[in-house]
T-cell receptor, first 114, second 119 residues
């Protein structure tokens, strides 16, 4: 089944403890992206990648890191999480950058930082 | 930068009736793409319908159709014969055409409209 797999679905952590949210897609998509969703704010882009080894900042990149060493994987790293990073996170992919390609989304990761 | 505005935080409709969700956007570009996504309580994001800005014909997918008014920068979603399973948050989204304009890529989302279906 074609899909984007995110793990974990739920995560509670403490301030300052490094964490990684994994994202993997099995559709050979070039483009991958991370979003966070907060009530009343919609979804905002954190980072995106147009292909392997090519990443760029989105609208809210502060406090996050990403890497794209392989086409299928695009992990999101929080080096020192803070409570304002408590949010619902989505990984998404599309066949190509830009254009009419809609995103396929992962199931989301609910992160709570205490 | 582009902005997407959904002016209706919440809408309610009777089952089997028709409802229209509003979306306006601001852009200086001529080539772009517009999307509607649905997010049910399961929180999964599901693509409902898409529209290319260069196409004058409005997109249709079964009970879902759009009214795309390029000059007015408006992209509303019409849901006909509403069903209980249509209850969800609906997000309007804009994507640039990076092949013609270059620059950053990604979907810009509105803040969403919560659709309630009354049985």
């Amino acid at each position: 089944e074609a899909q984007v797999t995110q793990n974990p679905r739920y995560l509670i952590t403490v301030t300052g403890k490094k964490l990684t949210v994994t994202c993997s897609q099995n559709m050979n998509h070039e483009y991958m992206s991370w979003y966070r969703q907060d009530p009343g704010l919609g979804l905002r882009q954190i980072y995106y990648s147009m292909n392997v080894e090519v990443t760029d900042k989105g609208d809210v990149p502060e406090g996050y890191k990403v890497s794209r060493k392989e086409k299928r994987n695009f992990p999101l790293i929080l080096e020192s999480p803070s409570p304002n990073q408590t949010s619902l996170y989505f990984c998404a992919s599309s066949l190509r950058p830009g254009g009419n390609y809609g995103y396929t989304f992962g199931s989301g990761t609910r992160l709570t930082v205490v | 930068a582009q902005t997407v505005t959904q002016s209706q935080p919440e809408m309610s409709v009777q089952e089997a009736e028709t409802v229209t969700l509003s979306c306006t956007y601001d852009t200086s570009e001529s080539d772009y793409y517009l999307f509607w996504y649905k997010q049910p309580p399961s929180r999964q994001m599901i693509l409902v319908i898409r529209q290319e800005a260069y196409k004058q014909q409005n997109a249709t997918e079964n009970r879902f159709s759009v009214n795309f008014q390029k000059a007015a920068k408006s992209f509303s979603l019409k849901i006909s014969d509403s069903q209980l399973g249509d209850a969800a948050m609906y997000f309007c989204a804009y994507r640039r055409d990076v092949y013609s304009g270059g620059g950053a890529d990604g979907l810009t989302f509105g803040k969403g409209t919560h659709l309630i279906i009354q049985p």
